[in-house]
């Protein structure tokens, strides 16, 4: 009989769960499955998953929650790595998860370091969740990536890595010199496995990171790396406001609209990232963050440089499988 | 030149607040001053407290931030024991505070172990102010001390405790097993003061306590010492909860209606303490909080049955003063 911890991740098909889900794979001590919805199970991401010898649970978050509960039966960890736009769907799992008696619930966190509330409305909607978990004394752990070197590089006038860029852009905002968390997406599941197998991080929020770096920075490793000269184009401070109040003007007008959220998700980002400075190690020391490579000093991340590297030898990929 | 730190504190004249001063002069190590309103410095109360000695600043919550800031000019600790229908002012000053360099906030906690959010009207109030400093990354410290020896005993046939008792009575709710953090209110001023003094605490909460009692064992100590049988009336957890739901219903009628709003606080302070059972050590170090207990093994508190035998010998007094 097994003594794994069986691990039951939601959303293994998204950009983060992916990474999750090849990480507790790799580390090869967890019972893994995974959970999705009725009318997932026949998309190809999700046969895939079941190609790989994951166990399938199909189950509906509206479910009634006899039913989650039934679905969470002999579940040790519960991951949610739910996409943006259903966040609030993990209200009935949280409920579930501690009549179920799960022993430790990772909620869909996974992004930069940012205040509890009032600055990003993903970071809001996320806090709803948190303090639903803290409400039913539920075991939590919170992991945040920070920023993904995916999405944290310029593109160059070649165009030689435009083919893995989500938005091919060159923009400096304000001076440049904001410190920003970057997380490698593929080292996201690595850090889960190492964190949800660790007694310190229980009821704790822990923050993973390859690299500090500023965009200045990141351009001179970028300019040397590739031997070409990166053609700034800067933004500043006002344009960044301008762009985040028109966003959320927008989105007050067509709450509903997921594309206008996403504009809000986008410029809320970058204001918090470069006009606040909030995603940086003394701010997420500040918010009670445990610093995961303190806590495993042997885990050898990506750094951006190496995957810059392999960017310009063509080994990049565009997140999000586009 | 005095090298004391500087601490101000709003509120003084506040049953909390009064013990937060005592304790603070009694330290003998900080330079103390209160801030007080324009409408307030010819109170008798807000007299006493200069007679003492101790400096006053006078500044409305309600004036511009640049007046604030002048009024902190030269603080290093700025306590609130501000009153709970006042706690969204706070605002203002946490803004200001963090423009004047406060090196420590203490906002207005002091009550029992709860949600965050959801449970308590009163704690959702404190969390908009905790979510402010957050925002703004100013340096804080959150001290609660649980339900106070003051409010927490029955009264006796006899009557000879009714002369100290806020609400004379001797209720048991539910089956009176739930373990309550309590803290006699003249420790709490004691525990703030070395609680700000020390660099453990900053930007952490804290709990301070004297004694974890249930109901039936507070009726154990408070018949032993008396020698009189309490004659106890038994409230269910329905009966708990339909008193709730009936003030929140009221309530939602007439917001602005404070006799409205204290009968919410009360009988959700019931439902979380008796009902959820929030207010004891685990919860609290489920939520993060550090144990100052733990923190200063030296202190010694007033314990509840030290405190309860001052009642019988006739040394109580009615909290809030009446």
Request: glycine share 6%; hydrophobic share 35%.
């Amino acid at each position: 009989m097994s003594t794994k911890q069986k691990v039951l991740l939601l959303g293994a098909t998204g950009a983060t769960g992916s990474s999750i889900l090849d990480g507790l794979l790799d580390a090869n001590q967890f019972d893994v499955e995974v959970l999705v919805r009725p009318s997932s199970v026949e998309k190809p991401s999700v046969q895939q998953i079941k190609s790989r010898g994951v166990p399938l649970r199909v189950s509906d978050l509206s479910a009634s929650e006899n039913e989650l509960v039934s679905t969470l039966q002999g579940i040790d960890i519960l991951i949610s790595a739910i996409g943006p736009h259903d966040l609030l769907q993990q209200k009935s799992l949280v409920r579930a998860a501690k009549s179920a008696g799960i022993k430790r619930f990772v909620p869909c966190a996974f992004i930069t370091i940012a205040p509890p509330q009032g600055t990003m409305l993903l970071r809001d909607e996320k806090e709803i969740i948190y303090n639903e978990i803290k409400s039913l004394e539920l075991p939590y752990t919170v992991v945040d990536v920070g920023f993904w070197h995916q999405i944290s590089f310029p593109c160059l006038p070649s165009g030689r890595v435009d083919y893995a860029a989500l938005v091919p852009n060159t923009t400096i905002h304000g001076d440049g010199n904001a410190p920003n968390i970057l997380t490698d997406i593929r080292d996201i599941g690595r850090f889960v496995s190492r964190i949800i197998a660790d007694d310190r991080t229980l009821n704790k929020y822990v923050y993973t990171w390859g690299d500090i770096l500023t965009e200045n920075e990141i351009l001179d490793i970028v300019e040397e790396l590739s031997g070409e000269k990166v053609q700034r184009q800067y933004e500043t401070i006002e344009e960044i406001e301008k762009k985040m109040e028109d966003a959320q003007s927008s989105l007050s007008l067509d709450s509903a609209d997921p594309a206008k959220r996403i504009l809000v998700y986008v410029t809320q980002y970058i204001y918090s990232k470069y006009v606040r400075q909030d995603n940086q190690p003394r701010y997420a020391e500040y918010l009670g963050y445990l610093d995961a490579r303190e806590l495993y000093p042997d885990f050898k991340p990506i750094s951006f440089r190496e995957f810059f590297t392999e960017l310009l030898d063509g080994k990049g990929k565009r997140p999000y499988g586009q």
